[in-house]
């Protein structure tokens, strides 16, 4: 077991870089690197490479690990289950973990009625498979999404998706009959209105223009939003303008999907975060963190939407492999022995709390600091007047907090936001630990 942060070497280390030059020779370079560390083990919030330099975890293998690396649970019920049953693909033969995952999920997503759920591999696949249902339940091709959404890179999703590079570029056409409005942003108000004293959803007036100027309200199918948008910066959705966005859809029957593939699992304080606004879905979507490392991902809701597409119109061969059922279960059953949803919020006030002091200190470049539970992010930018997003700033604290055994990751448009998926089983004195790095960090870049 890894005990705590140790750096042993410069970073990366003589072995990462020996296997990054390797690398080269034998995967994409189409494939991103957040980090530059190969990683031997992990446990918790704390992970060694093959250097044997052990790094606290705010990344969490981008919001997968809410439930810690190898949490104890996962681990015993995938070995007792690999052992018994590894595949047969559900629509073969059945069995009961995918069975009781479902019950489990159908029981916790909310909304008092009915529901069913399916399960796939990847966030991006639950997103495909959510318009898909919707599409066949309303027979209406139309889907709105926002700005700075992110649904993944399969070509529905990633034409839900709104950011250019890298996601986009160059892998068009997109799918058709996607329409994209604003979303609020307080410290980027899209409507040009002051929101310093909180987004007053000046930018709903996009989706009246939408239906006037660019598509029949009766022709959606589906709207599709991230409760805080993730890869577009931690930009947390306020509950008004959830909750005017399900009024629109009861008005003109849209499905409301909303996408928690990130936002779940307690990472905002609470199971799922459309809870927080009191809406409750049609759809929603999960993965991530559901696994607590297993490839898994669902589509949740209303029994009579995910019945209306005809048989065999689902499917996937490995989607909810016996394996990942039981690692999700496992998940489920650490949530509810551990409280890690007051552990969620604990983690998140601290964590609000050290950005906010960063920011009365720099006050100058670290321009926004936000988020819900433990969604928490700091924008950072060149100047406070300008508010022009600052990418090489952003890159430097990332790079000094490795340096000092922190792994952070970035999000936004613009690369500008650090933003925490901190494992929420970290213990008190790793976090404090990793904030007061990231504290310095951003001091070595003032
Ligand atoms: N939806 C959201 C909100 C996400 O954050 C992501 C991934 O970051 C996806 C969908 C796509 O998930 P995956 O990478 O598992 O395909």
Redesign the pocket.
Known sequence: MLKERKIRTEIPGPKSRALMERRRKAVSAGLGTALPIWVREAHGALVEDVDGNTFIDFGGG??VLNAGHTNPVVVEAVKEQVERLTHTCYYVSQYEPYLELAEKLNALVPGDFEKRSFFC???????ENAIKVARAYTGRPAVIAFEN??????FM?MSLTSKVSPYKKSFGPYAPEVYRVPAPYAYRCPAGKDCSGGCRGDCLGALDKLFVSYVDPRSVAAIII?PV???GGFIPVPDFYLRRLREICDEYGIVLII?????GFGRTGKMFAIEHSGVEPDLL?T??SLGGGL?I?GVTGRAEIMDGIHTGGLGTTYGGNPLACVAALAVLKTFEEEDLLSRANVIGERTMTAMREMQRKHPDFVGDVRGLGAMVAMELVKDSESREPDRERTAGIVEAALQEGLMLLTAGQYDNVIRTLTPLVITDEQLDEGLTILARAVDSVA
């Not at 959404?149 to 399969?154: E, K, N, Q, S, V």
């Not at 996408?259 to 936002?263: G, I, L, R």
């Open positions: 981008i919001g591999n990847s966030g991006a696949e639950a997103v959404a992110f649904h993944g890179r399969t999703a991230e948008a993730g890869e996408d928690e593939v990130q936002t979507t993965a991530k490839p991902a």
